[in-house]
Structures are given as C-alpha cells and as structure tokens.
C-alpha cells in the first residue's frame, strides 16, 4: 500500500531554519499537504504543493517537491519558540483516493 | 456548522465495555477519515468514507471496531468490548472530497481512557 516516510524527531536552535523530509510511495499523488499539531491540539493545515509545482513558499515556509524521487521538505525560516510542533506530511493518493498521514516528525526548538 | 465536531470529547470507560463516538462533519463534505493517535505517536488510519462507495475499512485493528456514516452525514465509531490499549484520541477529518483540493479538516478528537 501507499506509505510514507517521515524522521520522528528534529531538534533545532531558535533562529536557524528547520527542514523536515518526507518520503512517500504513490507517484500519483496529487496534492501534498503539511499539517501541524501543537501540543494539546488538533491539527490544522499547514501549507500545500500541487504535484504539478516543485516549490511553493509562503511567509517563512517553503515546500519543495521532487516528483521524480517522491520526496517532499518543508523549511522554515527562522524557526521560533512557538514552531515547537508536530508536522505530518499527507500525500493525496490518486491510487487509493484518500490522504495518507506520516507518523509525524516532532520539532523541538531550543534557545 | 463551521467545523467538524466530535464527541464526547472525554471518554472514561471500564475494559470490557462497548464505546460509541461520534462525528459531525462539515455539511456537504463527502469524504470523512477516523483516525486514532496514542500518547505521543502519530496518526495510525482506522476507515475511510467517501459518498456512497464502500468504505475503506483496511486500518481497523479488530473485529471489534466498526463504524457507520448515516446519510452521507454524521458517522459513529463502535469499539466493542474495549480494551486498555484502546485508550488514544480519536480524530475524525472531513474533506469536500476527490477533485480539487482534497485538504481535510480536522476535530478536536474524543480522548479515550479504558481503566
């Protein structure tokens, strides 16, 4: 079935820019999306790449995509406190016509 | 309304018993997601709906886990004869469906605790 991939943990200075990876396995996959989950909440979109882009930026985030690979980053720029979050990367599966969630990759900013 | 709601949103049960949680999604979306996430993990799949098709019930973990979606409306997650390690927040997500932006709107999820 569809998977992907994504490191669990990034630990970063506040101020440095964050990069967070995900891999996924359905070349078909049509919109990509990033969601965000702050502690004790629910998790809200993020940003988005339609497959047919290879960038997208928006205030401090960039999203590349590289469709060959099947692989997806998202950036921020100078990360603050308050980015302490968990980021999910959620392909659009053409395939299996339905979002497919990463475990998530918990980012932790330190001073 | 203007999100997805779910409740309860605190469940406390005793093992053994049969739990039901509900899920209003945002009016006129057709798809409608049922996830589960345990203390500290990420988002593991349960079912998927989508109009009138059949669901995708390919992440249940058992047979006592079902769910129904009434009218293409309100859904209803059952977990039969609940066991400790049932106890996570269950999300459910609705989305406007398959063309276009396919982005799914979350709720805030029922907590539950099976002592």
């Known amino acids: 079935g569809e998977d992907v991939e994504q490191s669990l943990f990034l630990s970063v200075r506040e101020g440095d820019s964050s990069v967070i990876n995900c891999t996924y396995t359905?070349?078909?996959?049509?919109?990509l999306y990033w969601y965000k989950q702050e502690p004790g909440a629910g998790l809200q979109l993020l940003t988005y790449?339609?497959?047919?882009?290879d960038m997208k930026q928006d205030q401090r985030l960039t999203v590349l995509l590289n469709k060959k690979d099947k692989h997806l980053s998202l950036r921020i720029a100078d990360t603050q406190t308050g980015d302490s979050a968990i980021y999910f990367c959620?392909?659009?599966?053409?395939?299996?016509?339905?979002?497919?969630f990463g475990a998530g990759t918990r980012l932790a900013v330190h001073p | 309304g203007a999100g997805v709601s779910q409740s309860p949103s605190n469940k406390v049960t005793e093992k053994g018993k049969d739990v039901e949680l509900r899920c209003d999604p945002i009016?006129?979306?057709?798809?409608l997601y049922w996830y589960r996430q345990s203390l500290g993990q990420g988002l593991e799949f349960l079912i998927y709906?989508?109009?009138?098709?059949?669901?995708?019930k390919s992440g249940l973990p058992s047979d006592r886990f079902s769910a129904e979606r009434t009218g293409g409306s309100v859904s209803t997650l059952t977990i039969q004869r609940t066991q400790q390690e049932d106890s996570a927040v269950y999300l459910c997500?609705?989305?406007?469906?398959?063309?276009?932006?396919?982005?799914?709107?979350f709720g805030q999820g029922t907590r539950l605790t099976v002592v």
């Open positions: 790449i339609f497959s047919n882009m």
């Open positions: 997500a609705s989305s406007p469906g398959t063309g276009g932006v396919t982005e799914a709107f």
């Open positions: 359905d070349s078909s996959s049509t919109y």
């Open positions: 009016s006129g979306h057709t798809a």
């Open positions: 959620a392909p659009f599966s053409g395939g299996y016509n339905k979002l497919i």
């Open positions: 709906f989508q109009g009138n098709s059949a669901p995708d």
